[in-house]
């Protein structure tokens, strides 16, 4: 039987602190999450943010909404929380005197966006207003700490929150590092990002955090040659700091991956 990740535990057999929550831009206790599969709502487009497009959840994670563009495929969805600022109610666009676009990617001709419009809109169930949270404020300043655990979204892998590290600090910017994986998902981010949470927020979501990963760097083209990937893929509840044994092999240096970018999958 695996035990389950506790922070608690992790926090003290890795000797490390917790962020503190003043220094994420996100709500004191989490937004609650009132949306329902299907409903329908105006996002930017992440892939063109200047567009305002129409989006429909499908589905819901904790405080957040996992949302695709009406006419877009379904490659492309993304995550955003409840009282992001990136979503808002049907009717908002036009009422500041903009005009909804079709996503990139938008997989009709563009001539029959108009129609398209018409038609996504045309009966939908419109989110109402009161679901939509405001977004909380910037901190003011840049308080996070080498070494400070948080809770932080996988980028390669955005409906995964994950235990994380600050591994350095420059001046509004944080290099979030994920806990037993080697750099291979580590990215730097504002301060401020949306993507980064504290301690305990997916216990209070109700999302799912991921356990660590189990300290052993491994990518997609390398696991093909272990004889047992399943074994070196697997998570577990390892402190990041500590090394774990690598699997002795082929006179692979322990450690060394290939590069980020070709991530595990
Ligand atoms: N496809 C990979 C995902 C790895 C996720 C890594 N994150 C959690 C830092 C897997 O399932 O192993």
């Not at 910017?173 to 080697?182: A, I, L, N, P």
């Amino acid at each position: 039987a695996k035990e389950q990740f506790n922070w608690d535990d992790y926090l003290k057999e890795t000797e490390s602190v917790a962020a503190p929550l003043h220094c994420f831009r996100q709500s004191r206790s989490p937004p609650t999450n009132d949306f329902k599969v299907g409903m329908k709502l105006e996002a930017h487009d992440p892939r063109n943010v200047t567009s305002v497009c129409i989006a429909t959840v499908i589905g819901i994670t904790g405080a957040r909404l996992r949302l695709r563009l009406d006419g877009s495929d379904n490659k492309n969805d993304f995550w955003r929380l409840v009282d992001s600022s990136d979503i808002q109610p049907i009717g908002t666009c036009e009422k500041k005197g903009g005009m909804l676009q079709p996503p990139l990617g938008f997989q009709m001709n563009a001539s029959s966006w108009p129609m398209f419009l018409l038609r996504t809109l045309n009966g939908a169930e419109m989110a109402p207003a009161a679901f939509f949270k405001k977004e909380p404020p910037k901190p003011v300043t840049n308080c996070f700490k080498v070494g400070m655990k948080l809770e932080a979204i996988d980028r390669k892998n955005p409906y995964l929150i994950c235990p994380a590290t600050i591994g350095d600090v420059k001046g509004d910017e944080v290099f979030v590092t994920f806990d037993g994986w080697r750099g291979a998902f580590d990215y730097w981010c504002r301060c401020d990002s949306r993507d980064i949470f504290p301690v305990g927020w997916c216990s209070l979501t109700g999302d799912a955090l991921q356990p660590p990963g189990n300290n052993v760097s491994i990518t997609k083209s390398s696991a093909k040659i272990q004889s047992s990937p399943s074994k070196v893929t697997r998570r577990s509840m390892q402190s990041p700091q500590k090394s774990a044994p690598v699997p002795a092999q082929r006179g692979r240096k322990p450690g060394r991956g290939k590069p980020p970018g070709q991530s595990a999958v």
